[in-house]
């Protein structure tokens, strides 16, 4: 059972342009979100994360939105550069403690010059 | 003050041997973590322990594979008598404690192959 999913497994961008990656999850008792990023052969690093009683956490180029009703949240970078250009997972603290994440399969984006 | 350190990072077994990946957390972390990612996956937790106690090992397969974080020394996650369905990426993360959710920092990762 797939909790937290990223449906996109790729996305590609120009430049400068916005970058809007999506998560959906299925279980309503997660009431905190988190976005990492992962570059190749490196381990996953923090990027931004949400608190369900907010429903936007701003973090320089980097926002989350998050829709509760819709169990939806979204990555927004803009502008976009080449150096964003890795994989992001969602993810999520469940199974009733605060410290075993719940990864969605990870979104690969591409940002081109 | 370095990162959470993993070795090897690439590591490659035959069916029926052993396969030992090692964890170092970052300097003043007590809590390690680790997470397996299976090709085309997202990360999926397998135990938390620390220094001398398993904490949860609920995402851990109930054979073959043991976890352990002695009081000195890094954290070790040992799989016995490795089939082709261990290969795979495990990443050990580490946190100053368990309160915070987004404390949990990653090491790179060790890639086991099991031809």
């Known amino acids: 059972d797939q909790q937290v999913k990223q449906n996109s497994p790729s996305l590609s961008v120009q430049e400068g342009r916005i970058s809007i990656l999506n998560c959906d999850y299925t279980?309503?008792?997660?009431?905190?979100f988190l976005w990492y990023k992962k570059y190749p052969a490196e381990g996953p690093t923090f990027l931004i994360s949400?608190?369900?009683?907010?429903d936007k956490n701003e973090d320089g180029r980097f926002t989350v939105f998050l829709n509760k009703s819709a169990k939806h949240l979204s990555l927004h970078i803009v502008p976009s550069q080449p150096g964003d250009s890795a994989v992001y997972f969602c993810a999520a603290p469940g199974g009733g403690s605060n410290y075993k994440l719940t990864f969605g399969k990870g979104t690969l984006l591409t940002v081109n010059p | 003050n370095a990162g959470v350190m993993q070795n090897p990072r690439h590591l490659v077994r035959r069916r029926g041997q052993e396969a030992r990946l090692r964890c170092s957390p970052m300097k003043g972390h007590s809590h390690v973590y680790w997470y397996r990612q299976l090709p085309e996956e997202g990360l999926k937790f397998m135990v938390y322990l620390q220094k001398e106690n398993i904490i949860d090992e609920s995402g851990m397969p109930k054979e073959r594979f043991s976890a352990e974080f002695p009081k000195e020394g890094p954290s070790i996650l040992r799989i016995q008598q490795v089939v082709r369905g261990d290969s795979a990426a495990y990443f050990c993360a580490s946190s100053p404690d368990e309160s915070s959710y987004n404390e949990q920092f990653f090491g790179p990762g060790t890639r086991l192959t099991v031809l």
């Open positions: 949400i608190s369900s009683i907010k």
């Open positions: 279980n309503s008792m997660f009431d905190y």
